[in-house]
């Protein structure tokens, strides 16, 4: 039962999240490659044409090799390795990858096992698959301004169920600006991965209240309490 819930979810090591010597699109692949490994080795099939797909990329030459330089970079920071073979014995350079042909890739970071050292955010393979299946190029972005958001959730019952960071926070912790920010917050509600609602605090101050979609109802409870303190 355990290993079953375990496979239900991913759990991502805020440290991982936070490290700047990886960049966003490193940590959005190695979350890909978790999400996609299998049971028996913990590999993940994948192929270069295969991830385009994925990353909503078309598989021309220019997207290829920027695909290689990124798994080349992975590699060279000791985060993933490149197998020919299911049982994850012949390696291989991710140079030598060829475009429609299967490989076996194993991640060495945020760490895989039930009990994680320091703080973790949880995230469901449900919603792991809707960045997956999102048509958007930038699919790495709308992950880091996601986790930015959800890292801020806990999962306790007398725990908060909404976070409210606000946009400039948001942008300076990830690397990009606040427009991108209030960009792929609407991307992630419109693929029902955060909901949120807009707050008028002050006479010309707007504040977000974001919640996991699984959890939007919370919004309705909040937005009734707001309305009953203003009343």
Known sequence: MKESLRRQHIQVDNNFMDNKDYDNKEKFLALVFRTLENDMTNATPIGINHLLQILSLSDDKKNKASLKGTLVSMEEKGMMTVYEDFMCVSQIKPEDMKPAKMYYLKTHVSDKQEKVDGMFTKFSREELMKFMVMKERNKHIAFAICFNIVKRLFESESSLKY??????TIADEIGVDKKTVTKYIKVLKENEIIDYVTIREDRDKD?????R???RAVLKDFIS??????A
């Open 163 to 168: 976070a409210y960071p606000n946009i400039t």
């Open 213 to 215: 979609w699984a959890n």
């Open 207 to 211: 504040k977000n209240y974001y919640v």
């Open 225 to 230: 309490d707001k309305s009953l303190m203003s």
